[in-house]
């Protein structure tokens, strides 16, 4: 039947009922479409500058911004340009969602591995926290731990503090700076001294396990050794470290380094809620794995500790890894709401206070979505390395 | 008739290399509930050393939980269980102990995937025993060579079929240097053809003198190599006795019908 129909009806019809031609030509009319859409934004926005008089390029990078950041982990003033304005605002976004990338990481696994704990109250407080972070808002935890918690601080006069060094207010967290002094870089010396001593000593106490199965605390050996020897030549020397220790002059603290508030707040809200969800995943990650590899484990001997570490995380890491990497990503595209309570990110100042002065809105929105594009397959790719180290081999 | 009987060929019957006296096992009165549920209603059990028992009995009448009461994966609440001379009770140590001197081969192999069948032997030889690491391969490619797999050392489980992964999981728990191997249906998530090749494996070991446990419904292995068959039903022992009797003269009526029934599918 359907063959008749078709030799009947020619060519045109032969070509369009060959799967192939057909897919073509829906991804050729698909492609068409979106490019003619773009295509007229931009056509549109162009011609909008123009007529408002704004030169387009990327020539504005180079003028002065004439506004001050509150922030900045490099030298920065009003006279610097918008180039520089964007390096900043990069470095803090970067800042920000590195930070809380280690800090979710961390505070996530403990989490999800306490909710399979058999403490009731360990297994009981990690649900809450789970159940709490997870389902509120993140705009609304940022603003709970900026508005709520940070701000409602005392004022600097009555910080709360620390042995005189560390101060704590509605203006940030205060922090002694080191000011190294002569002498210190022998102190540094024996810490990488230390550090390599440290690997030797792991890479003997492995050796000496192959060759005669004793088994040597090489870490928590190593991790004092690298702590303590360094301190020892450090007292020693005669503390060749100043540290330049906050002080409350008038209504405000002078020296040391701070850590404002609005960093603070960020950096609570990204790490909690993204933490709530990595520690979910971490255990239907360490669940997925069957029971069967912890009674495996148990009947050879194994003690609960290493069957974890050996046995249960490496399987469930491949589990956890590719929701873990959305994560990541997540948190780093969320950090883009610090413009809701005034934190110096890329969005906020180049996105914000920049496209606002200047009016270059395509340039800025399309560097600003590059980097965003760079940073994100940037992470992905790394945990794709690491992914492919951790398949497992099938036949 | 039962088709393995003529796939293993008994060679008449493997000599027994039971020590009289000795017991290696002590059951006494033990008893184990889940819940309200009381799966094993007083077990009384003696296990000489170089024994070789095999149990079997309908699905859930308790069998995989007796034998995982022996190494302690599951907990008894009434009664005495002494394994070589300790007796299980919550004691950390003891139950340590009890795990280096009792090996273990489940249904379902449960090989770790992430490592290779070499790393599989040697994790537990040096992360329990402190062997060292030169040691503990060369005890792995003896075991690997005993179950006849020393050639897919390097490979991983995913790789290899279910019956090699059985005989690796053997080799796995020999590696340990048990005094006592307890088998869960080892052969029964295996195809036929593959089943063979892991009971000559453990026809084998049975033939170098280990104390054996084995839940199964081979009866050509039992009658190949058992000193004695035990019938486990609703959580009772209902019988026992050397093989030839068991199956030749079952003297409990619900022997003689759960033997029809295996004997006859
Ligand atoms: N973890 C458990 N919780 C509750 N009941 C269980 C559990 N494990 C086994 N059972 C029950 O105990 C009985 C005996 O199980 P099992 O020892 O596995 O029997 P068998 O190995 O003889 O087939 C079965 O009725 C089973 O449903
Ligand atoms: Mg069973």
Same mark, same amino acid.
């Given at each position: 039947?359907a063959d008749?129909?078709t030799t009947?009806s020619?060519?045109f019809?032969?070509?369009w009922?060959?799967?192939t031609v057909?897919?073509?030509t829906f +991804?050729?009319?698909?492609?068409?479409?979106v490019?003619?859409f773009?295509w007229? !934004?931009?056509q549109?926005?162009?011609?909008?500058m123009?007529?408002?008089?704004?030169?387009?390029?990327l020539?504005?990078?180079s003028?002065p911004?004439?506004?001050?950041?509150v922030? $900045?982990?490099?030298?920065y003033n009003?006279?610097?340009?918008?180039?520089?304005t964007?390096?900043?605002?990069?470095?803090?976004?970067?800042?920000v969602s590195?930070?809380g !990338?280690?800090?979710?990481t961390?505070?996530? #696994?403990?989490?999800?591995?306490?909710?399979?704990?058999?403490?009731?109250? %360990? $297994?009981?407080?990690?649900?809450?926290?789970?159940?709490?972070?997870?389902?509120i =808002?993140?705009l609304?935890?940022?603003?709970?731990?900026y508005f709520?918690?940070?701000?409602?601080? =005392?004022g600097?006069r +009555?910080?709360?503090?620390?042995g005189?060094? #560390?101060?704590?207010?509605?203006?940030?967290?205060?922090? =002694?700076?080191?000011?190294?002094?002569?002498?210190?870089?022998?102190?540094?010396?024996?810490?990488v001294?230390?550090l390599?001593?440290?690997?030797l000593?792991?890479r003997?106490?492995?050796?000496?396990?192959e060759?005669?199965?004793?088994?040597?605390?090489a870490?928590r050996?190593?991790?004092a050794?690298?702590?303590?020897?360094?301190l020892?030549v450090f007292?020693a020397?005669?503390s060749?470290?100043?540290w330049?220790v906050?002080?409350?002059?008038g209504?405000?603290f002078r020296?040391?380094?701070?850590?404002?508030?609005e960093?603070?707040a960020?950096?609570l809200?990204l790490?909690?809620?993204?933490?709530?969800f990595?520690?979910?995943?971490?255990?239907?990650?360490i669940?997925?794995?069957?029971?069967?590899q912890?009674?495996a484990?148990?009947a050879?001997?194994?003690?609960r500790?290493t069957t974890?570490r050996?046995v249960?995380?490496?399987?469930?890491m491949?589990?956890?890894?590719?929701?873990?990497?959305?994560?990541?990503?997540?948190?780093t595209?969320n950090s883009?709401?610090?413009?809701a309570?005034?934190y =110096?990110?890329?969005?906020?100042?180049?996105?914000?206070?920049?496209?606002? +002065?200047?009016?270059?809105a395509v340039?800025? %929105?399309a560097i600003?979505?590059?980097?965003?594009?760079?940073?994100s397959?940037t992470?992905?790719?790394?945990?794709?390395?690491?992914?492919?180290?951790?398949?497992?081999?099938e036949? | 008739?039962?088709q393995?009987?003529?796939?293993?060929?008994?060679?008449?019957q493997?000599?027994?290399k039971a020590? /009289?006296?000795?017991?290696? @096992?002590k059951?006494?009165?033990?008893?184990?509930w889940?819940?309200?549920?009381h799966v094993l209603?007083g077990l009384n059990?003696?296990?000489s /050393?170089g024994?070789r028992?095999?149990i079997?009995g309908?699905?859930g009448s308790?069998k995989?939980t007796?034998?995982?009461?022996?190494?302690r994966?599951?907990?008894?609440?009434?009664?005495?269980? @002494?394994v070589?001379? *300790?007796?299980?009770?919550?004691d950390?140590?003891? *139950?340590?102990? *009890?795990?280096?001197?009792?090996?273990m081969?489940?249904?379902?192999f449960?090989l770790?995937?992430?490592l290779?069948?070499?790393?599989?032997?040697c994790?537990?030889?040096i992360w329990?025993r402190?062997?060292?690491?030169?040691?503990?391969?060369q005890?792995?490619?003896k075991?690997?060579?005993?179950?006849?797999i020393?050639?897919?050392?390097?490979?991983?489980?995913g790789?290899?079929?279910?019956?090699?992964?059985?005989?690796?999981?053997?080799?796995?728990s020999?590696?340990?240097?048990? /005094?006592?191997?307890?088998?869960d249906?080892?052969?029964s998530?295996l195809?036929p053809?593959? @089943?063979?090749?892991?009971?000559?494996?453990m026809?084998?070991?049975?033939?170098?003198g280990?104390?054996?446990l084995?839940v199964?419904?081979?009866m050509?292995?039992a /009658?190949?190599?058992?000193?004695?068959? @035990?019938f486990?039903?609703?959580?009772?022992?209902?019988?026992?006795?050397?093989?030839?009797?068991?199956?030749?003269?079952?003297?409990?009526?619900?022997?003689?019908?759960?033997?029809q029934?295996?004997?006859?599918?």
């Amino acid at each position: 039947m359907a063959d008749k129909r078709t030799t009947r009806s020619g060519g045109f019809a032969r070509l369009w009922n060959d799967p192939t031609v057909r897919a073509r030509t829906f +991804q050729i009319l698909t492609a068409l479409v979106v490019v003619y859409f773009f295509w007229t !934004i931009f056509q549109n926005t162009v011609a909008n500058m123009e007529r408002r008089g704004i030169s387009t390029g990327l020539g504005f990078l180079s003028q002065p911004s004439g506004f001050g950041i509150v922030m $900045s982990l490099i030298p920065y003033n009003e006279t610097m340009s918008y180039g520089r304005t964007f390096w900043v605002g990069l470095l803090n976004t970067l800042l920000v969602s590195g930070l809380g !990338i280690v800090l979710a990481t961390i505070v996530g #696994f403990i989490v999800g591995i306490g909710r399979l704990s058999k403490n009731w109250l %360990v $297994s009981t407080l990690s649900a809450v926290f789970v159940d709490t972070f997870r389902n509120i =808002p993140l705009l609304l935890q940022i603003f709970f731990w900026y508005f709520a918690v940070l701000r409602n601080l =005392p004022g600097p006069r +009555q910080s709360m503090e620390i042995g005189e060094m #560390f101060f704590l207010n509605n203006r940030g967290l205060y922090l =002694p700076a080191p000011l190294p002094e002569e002498g210190m870089g022998v102190v540094w010396g024996v810490l990488v001294l230390a550090l390599i001593g440290a690997v030797l000593l792991y890479r003997w106490a492995r050796k000496r396990q192959e060759a005669t199965g004793q088994q040597f605390p090489a870490i928590r050996v190593g991790i004092a050794m690298v702590i303590g020897l360094p301190l020892v030549v450090f007292l020693a020397m005669g503390s060749p470290m100043d540290w330049d220790v906050p002080e409350l002059r008038g209504f405000n603290f002078r020296g040391g380094i701070v850590m404002i508030p609005e960093l603070g707040a960020l950096l609570l809200a990204l790490t909690v809620y993204t933490a709530a969800f990595i520690a979910e995943i971490v255990r239907s990650g360490i669940q997925a794995v069957s029971h069967g590899q912890t009674e495996a484990s148990a009947a050879l001997g194994l003690k609960r500790g290493t069957t974890l570490r050996l046995v249960i995380i490496p399987q469930a890491m491949r589990v956890i890894i590719p929701p873990l990497t959305s994560q990541y990503l997540n948190l780093t595209k969320n950090s883009s709401l610090a413009v809701a309570i005034g934190y =110096p990110d890329l969005v906020s100042v180049f996105m914000g206070t920049t496209l606002n +002065q200047t009016g270059q809105a395509v340039e800025i %929105v399309a560097i600003t979505m590059l980097v965003y594009l760079t940073i994100s397959l940037t992470i992905s790719f790394l945990m794709n390395i690491y992914n492919k180290a951790a398949a497992l081999k099938e036949r | 008739m039962n088709q393995e009987t003529e796939l293993i060929q008994p060679p008449a019957q493997v000599a027994s290399k039971a020590v /009289k006296g000795e017991a290696i @096992i002590k059951v006494i009165d033990m008893h184990k509930w889940y819940e309200q549920f009381h799966v094993l209603r007083g077990l009384n059990l003696e296990v000489s /050393k170089g024994e070789r028992i095999v149990i079997c009995g309908p699905s859930g009448s308790g069998k995989s939980t007796f034998i995982r009461c022996i190494n302690r994966l599951e907990e008894h609440q009434r009664g005495q269980i @002494i394994v070589d001379g *300790i007796e299980l009770t919550d004691d950390l140590r003891n *139950i340590d102990t *009890i795990r280096r001197e009792v090996g273990m081969v489940f249904q379902h192999f449960n090989l770790f995937p992430h490592l290779t069948v070499l790393e599989n032997c040697c994790l537990a030889p040096i992360w329990v025993r402190k062997t060292p690491r030169k040691e503990a391969e060369q005890i792995a490619m003896k075991y690997l060579e005993r179950v006849k797999i020393p050639d897919q050392a390097k490979k991983y489980p995913g790789q290899l079929s279910g019956g090699q992964q059985q005989r690796v999981a053997i080799a796995r728990s020999l590696c340990m240097n048990p /005094k006592i191997m307890l088998f869960d249906e080892p052969t029964s998530a295996l195809d036929p053809e593959m @089943i063979k090749e892991v009971l000559d494996v453990m026809i084998e070991l049975a033939e170098s003198g280990m104390t054996m446990l084995c839940v199964t419904h081979e009866m050509g292995f039992a /009658k190949t190599v058992a000193d004695r068959v @035990i019938f486990m039903d609703q959580g009772e022992i209902v019988e026992q006795g050397i093989p030839k009797e068991f199956f030749g003269n079952p003297r409990e009526a619900r022997t003689r019908q759960f033997l029809q029934q295996i004997l006859n599918h």
